[in-house]
């Protein structure tokens, strides 16, 4: 009985200690996005019609720069799931080239190299410079009312 319930908290330790995440590792570590606190708190009612769109999977809005850095960008994939990242390259310090424009589930910099990520999960375009990914914010979906935030 004794070996059970060691082996129990061995695994339960394990499983535990293998659930960190790198990418936020590398996201948190990033010199060039300052940690932005905001929440977009009921703002984001997918029954008033300026959010409708954000019913059907495949469509995005765009936050403007009262919520994160540069503003964020909030997309829906389908099945309740949404996922939001700010709109300003991580690969870039601050600046006015640094803002991300959307463009289908694109978004580049105005910066000379035209550093891209996808919208989707993050993740670097082929061809952009840097190390870093989207910095990812939080969402939570409750009825018809979709919180952003970041703290």
Known sequence: ??????????F??????????KDDDN???????????FDTGNLINTSLPQYNQMQFPGNYITLNSN???????????????????????????VSSCSNLTVNGIVATCNCADEN????LNGTRQEGTTG??????????VNGSVIRVFNN
């Open 1 to 10: 009985m004794k070996l059970k319930t060691i082996l129990l908290f061995l």
């Open 12 to 21: 339960t330790g394990l499983l535990f200690n293998s659930c960190s995440k």
């Open 27 to 37: 996201q948190n570590n990033n010199p060039n996005i300052p940690n932005a606190v």
């Open 67 to 93: 919520y994160g850095i540069k503003g964020v960008v909030l997309y829906y994939a389908g099945n309740n799931n949404y996922s939001a990242f700010e709109l300003s390259d991580p690969n870039h310090p």
């Open 116 to 119: 891209a990520y996808e919208i």
């Open 131 to 140: 190390q870093y990914t989207l910095v990812r914010y939080f969402v939570e």
